[in-house]
């Protein structure tokens, strides 16, 4: 019997990735909130001051606009005043936005869900409704909810306890001074209120993330079905085995022709090598055993390439070396004693064919 008590493995990277497409990822709004909030307070006193600044200026203009009337004057000032307010206005919007957009890259990235654009009609049903209302996730948001109203409530105490005896000695102080003070006091409450904010909403991440962890655990079923559709069906790898096989054997056999000798031994084993002054020590091009070395004996007798008959040598050949790499240093002598009995063959003609090496260099094969 599966079901959530069975889901005790931890989401897979693949699961994982899926869920962020589908916007299944841990998020609370409230960081986001509360970070524009602080971010905001710290551009504020700038804005005002620069929007005090702008508004003399734009007195100045209305009132000489009121003592000559012009609609172009009119326009102008219009202008003047709405491009200065947006200039004043624009570090405060965007503190806000990076606000928000650092806050939502922190949980998980900023790429949208388009899924959750989708109609989905399991949202509607009333059973999941009540589940919300009545289910953990509600009595945490009752908590969230009591503690987020302490805690202002405490700021707020504490703010206005420490402005009331300005106000009481207010008397003897400037306007200004007044002013300053208060708007201090008023910014201080909203930061301390901003920074309770941000603790209570990562604590809801913190929740909300564990509760999204738990929704997403799989089955150890679920994780044996991914990791065989992830790495394959053994029946379909092994056929891609054989077909990889199959092309590098084509490949091998059509270097053949190219190949200066073949050791056979003399009928289980061949090896063919290539060698070239230019690019070091000889060199496995073919090898092969049973089938495939009457393959490559039949290719070579085909173009010409002769055959040496070396037991020692073609065993050692086929054991020591993979097709594509150079000769051991150790059969280096063995090699170059039948390279040598090949060119005495070709001074005097032809050295295709089939050829047994002598004792001699026999000998030093083994």
């Not at 109609?119 to 209302?133: D, E």
């Not at 005896?165 to 002013?179: C, D």
């Amino acid at each position: 019997m599966s079901g959530k008590s069975d889901a005790t493995e931890k989401p897979t990277p693949k699961r994982l990735k899926q869920a962020r497409s589908e916007g299944q990822i841990a998020r609370t709004a409230e960081l986001g909130t509360w970070a524009a909030v602080l971010a905001s307070t710290w551009v504020i006193p700038g804005v005002l001051t620069t929007l005090f600044d702008d508004s003399a200026s734009w007195l100045h203009q209305i009132a000489g606009f009121i003592a000559n009337p012009d609609p172009a004057a009119a326009f102008t000032i219009l202008g003047t005043t709405f491009k200065e307010g947006a200039i004043a206005v624009a570090p405060l919007l965007g503190a806000t936005l990076l606000a928000v957009l650092a806050s939502a890259g922190a949980q998980g990235g900023l790429r949208p869900a388009m899924k959750l654009l989708k109609p989905k009609f399991t949202r509607l049903n009333p059973l999941s409704g009540l589940k919300r209302m009545f289910g953990p996730h509600a009595i945490w948001e009752l908590v969230k909810t009591l503690l987020k109203t302490g805690i202002l409530a405490v700021v707020l105490y504490t703010a206005v306890k420490n402005l009331i005896p300005t106000i009481m000695g207010s008397g003897s102080l400037p306007l200004s001074s007044l002013v300053n003070t208060l708007g201090d006091t008023v910014l201080s409450l909203i930061r301390m209120a901003a920074i309770a904010g941000l603790v209570m909403a990562a604590a809801d991440y913190i929740v909300a993330r564990r509760r999204t962890n738990k929704e997403l655990r799989m089955t150890k079923q679920q994780v044996k079905d991914e990791h065989k559709s992830t790495e394959g069906n053994p029946e379909i790898k092994g056929q891609i085995r054989a077909r990889q096989l199959a092309m590098s054997r084509n490949r091998m056999m059509s270097d053949i022709a190219t190949a200066d000798v073949v050791m056979a031994n003399p009928t289980h084993v061949a090896v063919a090598l290539r060698y070239d002054p230019d690019k070091g020590a000889p060199r496995v091009i073919a090898k092969g055993a049973g089938e495939i070395a009457a393959k490559i004996r039949e290719l070579a007798t085909e173009h010409r390439v002769p055959i040496v008959r070396d037991i020692p040598l073609a065993r050692a050949l086929y054991s020591a070396c993979e097709v594509g790499q150079e000769i051991p240093v150790d059969l280096f002598g063995p090699v170059a004693h039948v390279l040598a009995f090949l060119h005495r063959l070709r001074s005097r003609g032809s050295a295709a064919g089939i050829h047994n090496m002598p004792a001699g260099a026999a000998a030093a094969a083994a």
